[in-house]
Every structure is written in structure tokens, then in C-alpha cells.
């Protein structure tokens, strides 16, 4: 290693590069990405953020499971 | 991005400890380092010297402040026949950071043995005591839970929020399962449907 440097990252510039790469991953579910991303993959997550991000995955789920009817013209 | 790391290009022993000549050690090649060789063949003083150079009262923990009948005191910094060869006892780095090297010295004689000021401003940026000892150590291995050294070591490397995304994601996938696994409202919906069949 001749005199060379290695940089070094602060947690919250990792967390959004780790939330970057998984939203942008072929074959992720991009919804569940966007979740943990805006919930999870934080450095200073809010105190409620599991149950947060559970509603949210919960929602996403009902939404999936009752998608709206197909309108007839 | 947060402060290009400080690695420590180069020291030099001139009359410290077991050295009377000047010993130069460089660091700047080399990734990882380890030091091997027989006893009484200055190991202790190199590891002495980067501990004196940052210390904050120039001198080194087992040597103490003051000569005491335990303690050696920082007269024992210098090596013996530093006088008689006329070296001045000292000890000399150089401490690469953002492509720029800083070069400084400490004297390790006298009632002021002063930190430079690069050293102090290296000094601050540190997560973790440059040397670590074996009692240290031992505490570390054989006292404290692998939970507590696993907290410990995250808090050195300051991965302190990630161990805390690690915790939220057990946690969430553990709240998630036991939503999908929840059988309730299957059952519910079963009665339901079994009483709008009667």
C-alpha cells in the first residue's frame, strides 16, 4: 500500500447507498424497497419505525391482494 | 464523506529506549503489520514510542508522571547513553492524511515534553487507544458477553446505526411473519362464511 488513502463512509451515506442499490436491484420488489428505505435504512430511524414499516408493508399487501376492478367502457 | 483516514507513514526513535542511534521504522508500505524478534531487541520501544508520542503527559503508563519507588518516571524515556553519545532523546512521525504529510517531532527529555500539535489534531480523530493491552484484551475476550463486544466494536468503527438497521430488520421480519402467520382472521372469515351458509 504505498501511500495510498482509503476513504471512509459515515453510516447515513452507506444506508443510502445500500437503499439506491436495492431500489435500482433487478428482481427486488421496488415498493418493499421504497418501505425499508424510507423506514429502516436510516441512521436515525423514528422510534415507531418497525411498526411503521409493517403498516406500511400490511397496506401494500391489502392493496395487492384487492386490486381495483377493471372498468368496463 | 467524513475525514480522510490518517495512517502513519513513518516513525523514528533517536535515543528512546532501547535505541541510541537513530531508528527509523516505515509504515507506509505495508497494509498490515506485525513485529517479530527475539527478546530484548526493541519490539517494546517501538509499540513505547508511538504511546509516548501521543500521549497526553509525555510519558508512558507503565513509566508514570514522577519517579516513584513502582515507577520509573519519563527520565527512563530516554536511553542511557544519550548524554555521553550527545542525541537528544526523541521521537519523530509522520502522519499521512488527504494526500498531505505531516512531519513532527516530541522530545522525550526535560520537564516539557510538548505534543505536536499534528499529533494532537491525529490524536482527536481516533475511535479507538492506538494500543491496546494485554490485560485489555483479556478483559475484552474472557470478561465481557459477545453481545457487549459485539456493541463495543460496532461503537469503535461507529456502525452504531447499522447495528441498529440489523436490529429493526430482525424486528420487522419477525412482525411481518407473525402477521402472515396470524391464523385469526382466516378463522373469522370462516366462521362468517360458515353463517351466512346456515
Redesign the interface.
Known amino acids: 500500500m504505498p501511500d495510498t488513502e482509503e476513504k471512509s463512509q459515515t453510516p447515513d451515506a452507506f444506508l443510502k447507498d445500500v437503499a439506491a442499490t436495492l431500489q435500482a436491484g433487478v428482481g427486488v420488489d421496488f415498493d418493499l424497497a421504497k418501505i425499508l428505505a424510507a423506514e429502516i435504512l436510516v441512521s436515525k430511524p423514528s422510534a415507531d419505525a418497525v411498526n411503521r414499516a409493517k403498516a406500511a408493508i400490511i397496506a401494500l399487501a391489502e392493496k395487492r391482494a384487492n386490486p381495483p376492478e377493471p372498468v368496463h367502457g | ?5 490518517i ?1 502513519i ?1 513513518r516513525l523514528e526513535l533517536r535515543a528512546f529506549r532501547a535505541y541510541l542511534a537513530p531508528a527509523p521504522f516505515e509504515f ?4 498490515c503489520l506485525a513485529v517479530l524478534g527475539p527478546n530484548r531487541h526493541g519490539k517494546t520501544s517501538l509499540i513505547d514510542g508511538l504511546e509516548f508520542m501521543f500521549s497526553d503527559d509525555g510519558t508512558l503508563e507503565r513509566l508514570g508522571n514522577r519517579t516513584v519507588q513502582t515507577k520509573a518516571g519519563p527520565v527512563a524515556l530516554a536511553h542511557n547513553g544519550a548524554e555521553a553519545a550527545k542525541v537528544k532523546p526523541e521521537v519523530l512521525i509522520e502522519l ?4 498531505k504529510i505531516a512531519k513532527a517531532s516530541r522530545p522525550a527529555a526535560g520537564t516539557k515534553r510538548p505534543r505536536p500539535d499534528a499529533v494532537t489534531a491525529a490524536k482527536v480523530q481516533f475511535m479507538v487507544d492506538p494500543i491496546i493491552r494485554g490485560y485489555t484484551l483479556r478483559f475484552f475476550v474472557e470478561e465481557q458477553t459477545p453481545e457487549d463486544r459485539y456493541k463495543a466494536v460496532a461503537t469503535w468503527l ?5 447495528v ?2 440489523q436490529k ?2 430482525r ?2 421480519r419477525m ?2 411473519k407473525a ?1 402472515a402467520e396470524d391464523q385469526k382472521p382466516i378463522e373469522r372469515l370462516n366462521a362468517a362464511l360458515k353463517k351466512s351458509h346456515r
Open positions: 464523506m467524513v475525514d480522510a483516514l495512517s507513514r507506509g508500505q505495508k497494509k499521512l492524511q488527504a494526500g461507529d456502525l452504531s446505526p447499522l441498529e438497521v429493526s430488520l424486528a420487522l412482525a411481518v402477521e
